[in-house]
Every structure is written in C-alpha cells, then in structure tokens.
C-alpha cells in the first residue's frame, strides 16, 4: 500500500459523503470547504447536513462562502459561529442561499443583512401589512426603498423555504409586501413634489395578483390610478398632478439602479389601456365601464382592491364599480366573451413554449383562475359568498357553496397550490420573472428538490407535474356543469343546491338559447340511480362543454338526447363514450355543428360506432365500397331492395366523411385556425372530395347493377354500358349538397342489334334514375344528365358510335368545354376507356383553339354571369357564380386546359386544382396568379360545404341567420364573433381572384 493511499481513501470517502448528501460537484465543494473561509465549520457535519436539506447544496455552500468573505473584519468569526450554534438561523439562511441566487447576490452586497433571519418572534412568522410598512418606513430615498424591500423578502422566503408558511400565506405576505412598497413609493413621489402633492386626492387601486393578495415572487404589479381635485382645485390642474404623481411613483418601483429594481408597475388594465390617460377621476371610471368596457375588464376588476393613496377615494371607487362587475353577466354573449378570452390567452403562447407553461398552456394556472372567475362572475351576483379576490378562497367559496364539488374543489387547489409554489421557486432562482419549466437536468433537480421531492427529484417532479396538469385540464367541464347536473338528478326530490332558476341562469350563461328545454333534455339522461343515468353523468360534462363551444349549443344537446333515446339500451353504446374518451368528443362536436351530420347518425345511429375507432373516420377506398354495395346488391330481392341497401351504405358513408370533416381528421396538423395557409385547408377540402366521388360513384355502380338485373337476362346481355361522370363528380370535386353529373354511352355486344341495344341501353339508364329516385329517407343521390350532347333535347342514352358522329359534325365549344370532367365510374371499363379517348382531341385541340372558339367561351361565360345569379343575390358572396367564385376560376382553368392541353400534357385533368398547378408548372400562370385563383377555389368550396353541413340544404352563399353564419364560421376556423371577420375574408379574396380572371380569362 502506498503513503498515499490512506489520503486517497479518504477523499473518496469524503466525496460520497457530499454525493450522498446531494452534491454534484464534490470537487469544487471540497475546495470551498478546505479553503479556510468557513474554519472548523466546513468539517461540521450539521453544516453538511444543512446544506444538503437544500434545493442546491453546491449553489448554497458557493453563496455561504460568499456570504463569509463579505462580512466586515470581526464578522465572519461572528456569523459562522451564529451558524454552528443556532440551527433555526442555518436552516433559513442555507435554504435560501440553495433555492436564489438573486438573494444571495443581495447578501453578498449587503453582507450584514443575514441578521434579519437571526430570529423570528412568534408575531414575525405571518407578518402583515403593517408590519411590511413599519419595515418600510425609513426609506427616504428610492434606493433605500429598494435595499428595505429585499431585506422583506429574504424573510419571506426563508420562511417559504423552511415551510412556516405555506404557498397561500407567502403569495399573501408578497402582496402585502407590495402594497407597502407601494405607499412607500407614493410617499417618496409626494415628498419629492409637495406641490403636487396638495392638488389633488390620489388612490392606487389594486389589480390582478396584487388586488387578490396572491402575487409572485417576481411578477408585474397591475394598478389602476384614480384622482379627484383637493378642495379649491381645478379639475385639470388636479388631474395633470396626480398624473405626475402616478408616474413618479410607478418609477421608484420600475427604475433599475445598482441596487436593482423592486418589479414594473403596470397599469394596462385601465380604461382604453395604453392608449387611455394614466389617471382619470372617478366618474371617468363608471362613465366608461357604464358605456364602453369589454368583458374582460369586468373580469379583471374581479380583484380589484384600494391599496395605496387616498384611502376614502379608494374605498368609493370599490363601492362604486363593485355592482358594475356583478352585473356583468348580464351582458350579452357574456360567456363566450370569456371563454375566447381565454382561448387567446392559449393562441399566445409559441407552439415551442406551450407544454413547458405552467401560467399560460393547457392544464395551466390560467385554465384554473379563468373558470374560477368565471363561476364568480355568474353565481356572484346573488350570492355574495363568491366575491373574494383570491382563487383559493373563490374556490372554498364555490365548494361551500355547492357550485362545485368538495372533491374536485380539492384536486384543483391542490394542483393550483403545486403550479403556484412551482412557479414560485423557479422566479426565486434568479429573482426573475419566469413561467416555463426548465428544459436541463440540473435546473430541474433543483425545482424538484426545492418542492421536496428527493429520491428521484426529475422524475418525481415530472410525475407530479404531468398528474397536476391532468387534473386541471379536466376543470372546465367539472366547474362548469358537474354542480348542473348533480341539481338535475336530484331536482325531484328537492335536495338539490342549485335551484331550478339558477340552473336556468347557468345555462343560458353558458350560450343555451332554451334553458328550460336544455334542462329537460338533461333530467331525462342524467336523473334517476340507474347505471345509465350515472354514466351519462359522467359523459355529460365533455359534451355539454362542446355543445357550449358551440354556435348552437341547443342543438347539439337535443341531437345528443335524441342519439341516446335511441341506443340507449344498447349496452356498447354508453360503453363505448364512457371509455373512448375521443368517442364522446367527436359525437359532441359533431352533434353541434349542424343539420347534415346529425340527420344523417339520427337515421342509423349505430354509426356511432365510427366515432370511436381510430380507423373509423379515414375514408374508404372506392374499390372496398363497389365491392360491399355489389356483394349487398347481389343479395337483394328486388331491385328496389338493392337501392335500398345501396343508399344505406352511401348514407353510412356521407357521415363518415361529414364527422371526419367536423372533427379536423383531414386537415393536416397545425392547419384548424383559420391563419393556416389555404393550401393546408385545401388537402382536406380535397380529401372530403375524393371521399364523396368514391361514396357517389360505388352507389352508382350499385344502382346500376341493380337495375340490369332487373332486365331479362337476354336483354342484359345484348349491350354494354358505361356511366361517365361529368362536371364537379368527374373532377373529384363534389361537395355535400352537389349533385351528380353524368352521361350515357352504350355499343351492341357481340351479335346483338343496334336497335335492340339501344332500347336495352335506354331501359337501363331509366331504371338506375327511377331506383335512385324512389321516396326514401336517406339523402337522395341527384342524376343530372343535362350535360349529354344537345343538352335535355337530346337522347338520354347514345352509341359510342353515334357520339362519334355528333362530336365529329355537330359538337359545340361548350361541349368539348363540357368533356374537360369527363371520367368513366361505372359499367363497362373498356367502353369507358374507349369514351375518354374518343373526347381527347375534342377537350384538347391539337395546335389550340381557334381565336374564334375563345371569343365564344368568353361570350358564354359573360351570358352567364349576367342571366344565371339568382335575383337579389350579392355577387361579392355568391359561391358559384359570384366574382371570383367557383364559376370564374374554373372556367379560366378550363380555357387553359382547351388552348393548351394539346401541347402539355400534364393539363390533362378533370381537377381544377390540378390543372391550375400545371399552368403555372408549365409557365402559363405566374405563380402569385396560380396561388390567388388556388385559394380563391378552395375557400369558395370549403364555404359551400359549410353551408350544407350546417343547414342541411345546399346553398351557394351564406346564410343569414345568425346562428347559421355562426357556425359556418366555426366551421372555418373563426373563433367566436368572427362573423364579420370571415365575410370581409372572403370578399378580400375572391376580389383578387376577380382581378386575375379578368386578366387573364378576359384580356389573354
């Protein structure tokens, strides 16, 4: 064994020591040890010990050993004595030295201040505003302000660290702490100009976590100034010193020096914000809250509390705007004024940031103090219980109350006490303002630590977070309808808290236009002790917060009472909402976003089911839809039995498609708002198309399968048939409301007449109308054929070679113009191919079209616009034949397509989009015109099925009824009241892509 190997041994075993202990440096705490700067303490293992009860023992020793070298001659001996004999005194001092480095940077310039945590008196453990004043009283100047103010608050929190005061006792001695500061800033600011200061009568008033008493650590401190003349003067002069007054003070709070600044006074949330004066007297504060205030406003004066100034001034304004704020939810569209408050609070938050927010993302300390203000705002106005500025104590209030269960009243101020003391200690760090979760090991392990958790402080601080977060996420619907429908289930019996009127009074808050319906509806699902009922108590909440969300709330919960009437002994049904957490909310959304959707689950509510499955909302390939309509055709008794069958799996598949458009399972991720790019909105738009032309064209087939079978066999077999989709269905371009385009092409089969073949051909092609034309309360499939040769004057069905001969002597432009959609979808494939290619050289000409031929296009399209918009129809909204609407940019496509198509090849489609992109691939469209005219048609599409899924009938502008325009709008991704908004977008839009038309359809 070597001379130094005991030395060794010892080191190692000293290093262990520290790592067991919580270091994670234990060389560099070694040497801070063994420097001499702390003497025989740094072998003391009550010191170590100390330091290792700390969030960081490595940043406390560093800041104690700072803390030692500072002191004056004579008082390091002093203060590491004091350490080693007074455990109270270590405990403090190390606890905070571990959790901020902001205070000890603070000790380190005033090294004699750690004599404030020497000893606490029984009456220091929860000191009050008057003692906070006292501590106060001798700062003179601003920055004996500033050095008493942090001498407060290294008490405070060396008793937040220590656990003598709990999260809402600290957040309480903060804000007392504040409005000390405050007084003494005004004091400062009056002393400075006593000439001012005889003007005028001033009041600061409280706001947000100071007028609650429940600030941060770091935070901003929102006032409110008020001022009336001193007796003798003039309301100006008063008024313009006040003003100087306010701002002189908020300055001795704001102004950073070498002694640091306190925190930014903000006073943002006066009346007109930045742009409104700083002071305003009292009857300027009720004429504007009277007369202009938003929503919000009303919410923020929720905490609003005298805290500085002219305490009688203060005490009047409190009077004055208290029944101002408890009216407030008498105010129209006053909920979801809150609740898109509160949605854009969420939009603001990066997309980088918004899972590390614990004040602003979802499952945050927003989501809790938004619904806890929220039910303030509603049931406060008769019953004063409510009225506290606190969340904490609202919350006790409203359990108390009966407004929100004892239970979840628990989970949620636990969780609330968790994000805040989370919050807490990250600010306490740097003394800086923050709300986001560190991202690094480290940082994280101290956070951990500073909350008690340390076995495992990242993971359990991880655990604990992802648990408290949950719990929150689930607050809107538990605060907002669980008291609701609790008093529902027990309303027969009488025991319920929440009376029938205040239940009313919730629900037509909440946006439901019929509350005594809406009650109904929700006795019958959730009234009664049958596991039914008490299932539909538990869904009730998701749904009835969607339904709220929604333009028509009373609609989607008569749809979601109708749905359960209907299945509700259907033992997967409950079931399946109950467990498929995604089930629930789809059919809510679903349910509330208009007619189509829930008429159509309302006649096979079995569909249901597709909600729940994760593969239930992706579109079904055409050939998988021809193959289940044939097999069931096949089976049929009849024919009429096989449209049936036919209609039903259309049906089925029309809410496939409509749910998986109202639940955004198309649109690419990121794409729901309304600012994602059109492009983004187009994939949906066109996967909703293919989906519809697959859905039309298996029926299609279906039917005619169908009505050849109801042929003799000899018949039958004398012809073959083909249907070619034309017009929007050949383009893959259906909306919900199209119909379908189609014509017919027959040839005799081998040895069969021409005669014989047609009259089998015409038989047909009748048949498959008449079938899909049979009374039925599925959605009816509409066959146009109105795009054949010689339009309605000519045969319904032709031969191939009869096409042949009319194309070749007697075809029209606007027929060849009419072969651009042309595509084979059922019947005979080869007849079909041998069509397509038959209207080729028609639909593009080889070497162009003549000048002649364009002048006709242009004279078509120009008779149009003039004779087909409907009277009284605006041409700025109409969807198809509007400016800049689907008629004008499909036509400008398709003129590309016929002067151009012979010669590109890539032109050669029936989709509009597509052969926009050709143009501009093939340097026949500048890119900026391609992309106006791309989203001009997307935008115009999208608009139409909105109108269809809400109304339920097709229509090619917006509706007006209110509620409708509503949820076309959300169905566009506005939020609410974006009304007007989503007008003035369309009409910006479509406008541009008039220019271009115009240009280039009119002018090349």
Request: aromatic share 6%; charged share 25%.
């Amino acid at each position: 064994m070597t001379a130094g190997a005991p030395v060794g041994r010892r080191r190692d075993s000293r290093f262990g020591q520290l790592l067991r202990r919580g270091f994670t440096d234990p060389t560099q705490a070694v040497r801070l040890l063994d420097s001499g700067v702390l003497g025989a303490a740094g072998e003391d293992a009550a010191l170590l010990d100390g330091l290792g009860a700390t969030a960081d023992p490595d940043l406390a020793l560093a800041g104690l050993v700072r803390l030692v070298e500072a002191q004056p001659e004579g008082g390091r001996s002093r203060l590491v004595d004091t350490l080693a004999a007074a455990k109270p005194l270590r405990d403090r001092l190390l606890a905070v030295l571990g959790a901020s480095e902001g205070l000890a940077d603070h000790l380190a310039r005033h090294p004699e201040e750690w004599q404030a945590l020497v000893a606490f008196e029984t009456a220091d453990l929860h000191p009050g505003l008057a003692e906070f004043e006292a501590a106060l009283a001798g700062a003179a100047d601003p920055d004996a302000l500033r050095r008493a103010y942090y001498r407060a608050l290294l008490t405070i929190a060396a008793r937040d660290l220590t656990g003598s005061s709990g999260f809402a006792e600290t957040a309480a001695e903060l804000a007392d702490l504040a409005t000390a500061t405050l007084r003494a800033a005004l004091r400062i600011a009056c002393a400075e100009a006593p000439g001012d200061a005889a003007l005028c009568r001033l009041a600061v008033i409280g706001m947000g976590k100071c007028g609650g008493r429940e600030l941060n650590y770091v935070s901003d401190v929102d006032v409110i100034f008020v001022a009336e003349p001193a007796e003798g003067t003039g309301e100006g002069p008063a008024l313009q010193a006040a003003t100087r007054l306010a701002s002189r003070m908020m300055r001795v709070c704001s102004d950073t020096t070498a002694e640091g600044t306190i925190w930014q006074v903000d006073a943002n949330l006066r009346p007109e914000g930045r742009n409104g004066p700083l002071v305003r007297t009292l009857s300027s504060h009720l004429a504007y809250y009277r007369r202009w205030a938003k929503t919000w406003e009303f919410q923020a004066l929720l905490k609003a509390r005298p805290v500085a100034g002219d305490a009688e001034l203060g005490e009047e304004y409190a009077r004055a705007v208290g029944p101002l704020v408890w009216q407030a939810v008498e105010r129209e569209n006053f909920v979801p004024d809150v609740q898109q408050m509160r949605r854009r609070v969420e939009s603001s938050v990066p997309a980088a940031q918004a899972e590390r927010e614990l004040k602003l993302g979802p499952g945050g300390l927003r989501d809790v103090e938004f619904a806890v203000q929220l039910l303030q705002l509603v049931h406060g106005r008769t019953d004063p219980e409510l009225r506290g500025g606190a969340t904490l104590d609202a919350l006790a209030a409203l359990a108390a109350g009966g407004y929100v269960g004892r239970q979840d009243a628990a989970s949620l101020d636990a969780s609330y006490r968790f994000l805040r003391t989370a919050e807490h200690r990250l600010q306490l760090h740097r003394l800086r303002r923050t709300h986001l979760m560190p991202t690094e090991e480290p940082e994280l392990r101290r956070l951990g630590r500073s909350l008690g958790f340390t076995v495992e402080p990242v993971e359990e601080l991880n655990a604990a977070w992802r648990r408290h977060a949950s719990a929150v996420r689930r607050l809107h619907e538990k605060l907002f309808y669980r008291p609701l429908l609790d008093a529902v289930a027990r309303l027969e019996a009488g025991q319920a808290r929440l009376g029938t009127d205040a239940a009313h009074e919730r629900l037509e808050a909440l946006g439901y236009s019929d509350p005594a319906a809406a009650l109904r509806h929700l006795a019958a699902l959730a009234s009664g002790v049958t596991r039914k009922a008490a299932i539909q108590r538990t869904l009730l909440p998701v749904l009835l917060d969607r339904f709220a969300d929604s333009a028509d709330p009373d609609a989607g919960l008569l749809g979601f009472r109708k749905v359960s009437d209907a299945l509700g002994t259907t033992p997967w049904y409950l079931r399946l909402l109950r467990d498929e957490g995604a089930a629930a909310e789809n059919l809510a959304r679903v349910l509330s976003a208009g007619r189509l959707a829930p008429d159509l689950l309302l006649r096979a509510p079995e569909a249901v089911a597709l909600l729940g499955d994760p593969e239930g909302l992706r579109p079904r390939p055409r050939a998988a839809l021809h193959q289940e309509i044939r097999a069931a055709v096949g089976r049929a008794a009849t024919p009429e039995d096989a449209v049936a069958v036919a209609r039903g799996v259309r049906r089925r598949e029309l809410f496939r498609t409509a749910a998986a458009d109202i639940v955004g399972a198309y649109a690419p991720e990121g794409a729901s708002a309304v600012e994602a790019a059109p492009l983004e909105h187009a994939a949906a738009l066109d996967q909703v198309g293919n989906a519809l032309t697959d859905i039309n064209a298996a029926t299609l087939a279906g039917a005619l399968h169908a009505a050849t079978a109801a042929q003799s066999p000899e018949d039958a077999a004398a012809c073959r048939l083909a249907v070619i989709a034309m017009g929007r269905f050949g383009g893959h371009e259906l909306s919900y409301g199209s119909d379908a385009d189609v014509v017919f092409v027959h040839e005799p089969a081998e040895g069969a007449g021409e005669q014989r073949a047609a009259q089998v051909a015409f038989a047909i092609a009748n048949e498959l109308i008449r079938l899909l034309q049979l009374p039925s309360n599925d959605p009816p499939l509409l066959i146009d054929t109105a795009l054949r040769p010689e339009g309605r004057s000519g045969p319904l069905v032709r031969s191939f070679t009869s096409y042949a001969a009319y194309y070749r002597r007697w075809s029209l432009v606007w027929e060849s113009q009419a072969l651009l959609r042309a595509q084979p979808v059922a019947g005979d494939v080869g007849l079909g191919e041998r069509f397509i290619a038959l209207a080729d050289p028609l639909r593009y000409p080889a070497g162009g079209l003549p000048e002649e031929a364009v002048r006709e296009i242009r004279r078509l399209k120009a008779r149009m616009e003039a004779e087909r918009l409907p009277r009284g129809a605006d041409p700025a909204t109409h969807t198809k034949l509007g400016r800049g609407g689907l008629s004008d940019i499909e036509w400008t496509a398709q003129l590309l397509q016929m002067r151009h198509g012979g010669e590109v090849p890539a032109l050669r489609t029936t989709r509009t989009r597509a052969a926009l992109a050709a143009a501009r691939e093939a340097g026949l469209l500048e890119p900026d015109d391609a992309q106006v005219l791309d989203e001009a048609w997307v935008l115009a599409s999208r608009v139409r099925n909105a109108v269809m899924l809400v109304r339920g009938r097709p229509m090619d502008t917006f509706p007006t009824d209110p509620r409708e325009s509503a949820a076309v709008a959300r169905y566009l991704g506005y939020e609410p009241g974006g009304v007007g908004r989503m007008l003035d977008d369309y009409r910006r839009t479509t406008r541009h892509a008039r220019g271009v038309v115009e240009r280039l359809f009119y002018e090349s």
